[in-house]
Nanobody
């Protein structure tokens, strides 16, 4: 089992920045791909960004490309999401996720473990 604990959410003004962190614990023999998802009010959970197990490749949703950067530090067992130029549309609960496969995935059903979520609110 893998346990994921998120931090870094909060309230920011439009145009501001936040850095989310996700600390992973548990079995680390095989480091799978990880991803960030978000869920706004009254919306389904949507893909934000993903990164391969090694951190060598990333993929981001069109809505956040050029603004958000996903990264990981496997030595620290930590996943990050740097969010810049935030917009009110970015508001939602952000979830860290992990899967056993090392390959990228955008479908939340492909992920095996989830954090509790952290609230990000962007004001106008």
């Amino acid at each position: 089992q893998v346990q994921l604990v998120e931090s870094g959410g909060g309230l920011v003004q439009a145009g501001g920045s936040l850095r989310l962190s996700c600390a992973a614990s548990g079995r680390t023999f095989s480091r799978g791909a990880m991803g960030w998802f978000r869920q706004g009010p009254g919306k389904e959970r949507e893909f934000v960004a993903a990164i391969t197990g090694s951190g060598g490749s990333t993929y981001s949703a069109d809505s956040v490309k050029g603004r958000f950067t996903i990264s990981r530090d496997n030595a620290k067992n930590t996943l990050y999401l740097q969010m810049n130029s935030l917009k009110p549309a970015d508001t939602g609960v952000y979830y860290c996720s992990s899967r056993r496969s090392t390959r990228l995935a955008t479908n939340p059903n492909a992920y095996d473990y989830w954090g509790q979520g952290t609230q990000v609110t962007v004001s106008s």
